[in-house]
């Protein structure tokens, strides 16, 4: 079986560990990951959440914070501290630098992304074909007003500095309109038997996905079912802040609103939480099949039950 997943950061690398536990020997996995998280700092090519994905499947995540590298330290930090150059707000530690270095050097040297990327899992094994959307830059931004006026920021300035505490006038993926997608992605799209959205923020990590030309054409055309995993919960994100991005293109924080806002050309299936089971009728009337069942990532064998829910919904609306 060939399975497909858009997918951005914790959420979705948190998702991918419970799909490989529970897919057969030669099943296929691949990730379509989200760059419009990426960002240039000191110099380096930062891609945060295809990073999440490659060490979280490589094993070499920290787990507790989701994202970054296990047993880390921060001395290149805190010299560029010393040195009074920042951002201070972007936490980079050493072992993470290096993945930047040969990241950047690579680039430099002219290899695209989606090559650098599978260069890069060479050494973290992650057992999935991990392909970013695009090989073109893509820089998702944020519209805000603050005391400096309105004006457009880096996504990592809205989410990591700023705590998405001002409101979020309009999201823009930059450079989205003219990027290909990468090598691949079409084609692993058009050739999947299952095409899986877990439960990733739906703005600005599969919604950025999706704003490449042609990728969202590609799902609702492919002959495999779509299935996605609700990341909101009881009205509210799991974590972190999707409602604030979620607000920006009008779209309420709730299990329905999200798959209504994906909406029934690209979702064949929807999974929402037990908290959210009167959100299933809503979600059926609007032409998606729709279960609920635990969509708590609390461990391994609660992760690996979502994955297995997800394939089980799109066994049922094959066809
Ligand atoms: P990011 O790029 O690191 O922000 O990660 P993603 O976009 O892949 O996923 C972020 C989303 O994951 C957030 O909107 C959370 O609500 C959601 N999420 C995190 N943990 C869980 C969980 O245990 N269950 C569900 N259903 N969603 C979760
Ligand atoms: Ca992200």
């Not at 296990?70 to 501290?81: M, P, Q, T």
């Not at 430099?108 to 060479?122: D, I, K, M, R």
Request: hydrophobic content about 50%.
């Amino acid at each position: 079986m060939r399975i497909v997943a858009l997918a951005g950061g914790i959420g979705g690398a948190r998702f991918l560990r419970g799909l490989k536990d529970v897919v057969a020997p030669g099943d296929e996995i691949t990730v379509i990951g989200n760059t419009g998280d990426d960002i240039h700092l000191f110099g380096l090519k930062v891609c945060p959440d295809l990073d999440t994905v490659m060490y979280t499947l490589g094993g070499g995540i920290h787990e507790e914070q989701g994202w970054g590298r296990a047993g880390e330290s921060f001395a290149v930090k805190a010299e560029l501290a010393a040195y009074g150059v920042g951002p201070s707000w972007f936490g980079l530690g050493d072992k993470d630098f290096a993945t930047h270095i040969v990241r950047t050097q690579m680039l430099a040297a002219g290899y695209p992304l989606s090559a650098v990327t599978e260069a890069l899992c060479h050494r973290w094994q992650p057992g999935v074909r991990l392909l970013p959307m695009s090989d073109d830059r893509v820089e998702t931004h944020v519209r805000i007003t603050d005391e400096q006026g309105s004006r457009a920021v880096h996504f990592q300035e809205y989410w990591v500095r700023l705590h998405a505490e001002l409101p979020a006038e309009a999201i823009v993926p930059v450079g989205a309109d003219t990027a290909k997608p990468g090598p691949g992605v079409l084609e692993a799209i058009a050739a999947a038997d299952v095409i899986l959205f877990p439960p990733s923020n739906p703005v600005v990590s599969i919604g950025t996905i999706l704003a490449v030309p042609g990728i969202r054409a590609a799902v609702a055309a492919a002959p495999a079912p779509v299935v996605g995993l609700s990341p909101i919960i009881g009205g509210a994100p799991v974590r972190g802040m999707a409602d604030k991005v979620l607000a920006a293109v009008g779209v309420e924080a709730t299990a329905a609103a999200v798959a209504l806002h994906y909406g029934p050309e690209l979702l064949d299936g929807w999974l929402v939480d037990p908290a959210d089971a009167d959100a299933v009728d809503r979600v059926t009337a609007g032409g998606i099949a729709c279960r609920a069942v635990p969509l708590l990532m609390t461990d391994p064998a609660a992760t690996a039950a979502m994955a297995r829910a997800a394939l089980e919904l799109a066994e049922q609306v094959r066809g």
